[in-house]
């Protein structure tokens, strides 16, 4: 009998041990959210929500946000980098809606952009490496949420951000 009660109370210790360990996916994404902190991007979890009696698109997406703010140029007379980013110029998101002119299966126009947009958006989607949930492209800043599966990489992102502000 004593030793029921000995085992009970080592499972329970052990088990609550276990149990505020992170999982691997845990530890996985805290890696990759870390290593985009350090490439300089700006990591948040929020929501996206979208006009759909406007665009069509229905469902809101919470999900994790890398954003890269272009850098201001003294020489140009800018001085402290502007928050806003600027004027929006377009916005895709992954969900099926009205407009999706132009654009690679399964993404949708939130925020209708160029065909030049749409044609350099599908050039740099297979460098990403991840599922693209949502896409902001400003005229000083870009703002994207991913699935971030398993093999996504912060230099994967930075350089798909990085293209965009070009």
Not at 17 to 43: H, T, Y
Not at 115 to 135: I, R, T
Not at 141 to 166: D, I, P
Request: hydrophobic share 45%; net charge negative; proline share 2%.
């Amino acid at each position: 009998m004593t030793w029921l009660i000995i085992a009970a109370v080592v499972m329970a210790i052990m088990g609550s041990v276990f149990w505020l360990k992170p999982s691997a996916r845990d530890a996985r994404l805290a890696d990759l959210r870390f290593n985009a902190i350090r490439a300089g991007l700006q990591v948040r979890q929020f929501t996206f929500k979208a006009d759909a009696a406007k665009t069509g698109v229905r469902d809101d997406i919470t999900a994790t946000s890398y954003t890269l703010m272009k850098k201001a140029s003294y020489e140009n007379g800018g001085g402290h980098e502007d928050a806003s980013g600027g004027e929006l110029q377009y916005c895709v998101v992954r969900q099926p809606a009205w407009d999706d002119e132009w654009l690679p299966e399964g993404l949708s126009w939130h925020n209708k952009g160029t065909q030049g947009d749409a044609e350099k958006l599908a050039a740099l989607l297979p460098e990403l490496f991840d599922e693209l949930l949502m896409l902001e492209v400003y005229e000083r800043r870009v703002c994207m949420m991913t699935a971030e599966k398993q093999g996504s990489n912060a230099q994967h992102y930075l350089a798909f951000l990085e293209a965009l502000l070009k």
